[in-house]
Structures are given as C-alpha cells and as structure tokens.
C-alpha cells in the first residue's frame, strides 16, 4: 500500500511545549480507514504511544503534537501502524526532539492536536483514543451485504437445489 509520512522529514527539529506537525499521504482506496501513531527512538528501547485510531479515511491527514518532557534526542522515529494487528503502514525519516523554543516546521492549522508527555513507558497507554472506525470492516446488518448479491443467489440456488434433490429422494 501506498502511505508515506511527509512531516516529520529528515532533519526536522522539533521543540518540547511546542505544536509539532504530522502530515501523510496514502492511498486512497486502500481499506485503511485509521492508524495507530508511536513515537520510537533508536538509542533506548521503549516506545512513546500517541495516538490510537487516528481518522487516516481520505488520501492525505495530520495531526498537531504537542510534547512535553519529551527526552531530547536526534533519533526519533513516528510509526503508523495497526497495533491490533501489527501491521506497520509508514515510519518517518530520522527527526530530532529539542527542548524549547528550536523548531523548524509551522503545524497544520486545522488539525486536532494530541498532548504527549515523558519518555517511554512499557505500562503507559496511548496519550489520546480517537473514536473507532471500520477500518475496512463492513457495518453490520444489512449494509455490510452490499455488492455480496451473486454469492447471496449462488448459495441459495444450493440450497434450494438440496431442498428439492431429498424432497425427490423422499418421494
């Protein structure tokens, strides 16, 4: 699938108690309908979970962090992702977290923004829950059987075909 995280880019500097952008591009029929967002940094273990079912349905998305006492450090790295599943769509190119006041990029004017604060947590639990979507699951009842007419006809045709063949045998 096509998904690639325009902001951060490589060499992007980014400041603690300030708005950071997050922009990306994908594609636009390709099922993905929300991503999972986790900051990673090479030179410690850990991750930093930021967002859980972030709305990624149209072809282009960002989001607005915003850090606090986030460790500085010039190895960072955004992953997109399908936590549930596993599933990696995107990570961004190396960027580096400074502290106050020394960043480079302007953020996106309407997009919501996410609080972020502390270094990695293995207990912590992602900083902001958007609300669910599909995220290529059809909706259930009668919705989620559209375009499924040929299989619902082809199934009923065997089974009345069964129907009929032991209503004949029984005879």
């Not at 952008?21 to 099922?31: H, M, N, Q, R």
């Not at 997009?111 to 909706?139: E, H, Q």
Request: charged share 10%; proline share 7%.
């Amino acid at each position: 699938a096509y998904f690639v995280i325009s902001q951060p880019s490589k060499g992007t500097q980014w400041s603690n108690n300030a708005v950071n952008p997050v922009s990306w591009t994908k594609g636009l029929l390709d099922g993905i309908n929300s991503v999972d967002i986790e900051l990673a940094r090479l030179s410690q273990d850990g991750l930093i979970f930021v967002a859980r079912d972030v709305p990624a349905s149209g072809s282009t998305g960002a989001l607005n962090l915003f850090l606090q006492d986030i460790p500085a450090g010039d190895d960072y790295y955004l992953l997109f992702l399908n936590s549930t599943h596993g599933v990696m769509y995107a990570s961004s190119q190396r960027f580096a977290i400074g502290d106050a006041n020394n960043g480079t990029a302007a953020s996106p004017a309407n997009a919501p923004t996410v609080t972020v604060s502390g270094g990695p947590n293995p207990t912590a639990v992602f900083a902001t829950t958007f609300p669910p979507s599909a995220n290529g699951v059809s909706a259930p009842g009668w919705k989620a059987l559209e375009g499924a007419s040929r299989p619902l006809i082809g199934v009923a045709s065997a089974m009345l075909v069964c129907a009929l063949g032991g209503a004949w045998t029984v005879l």
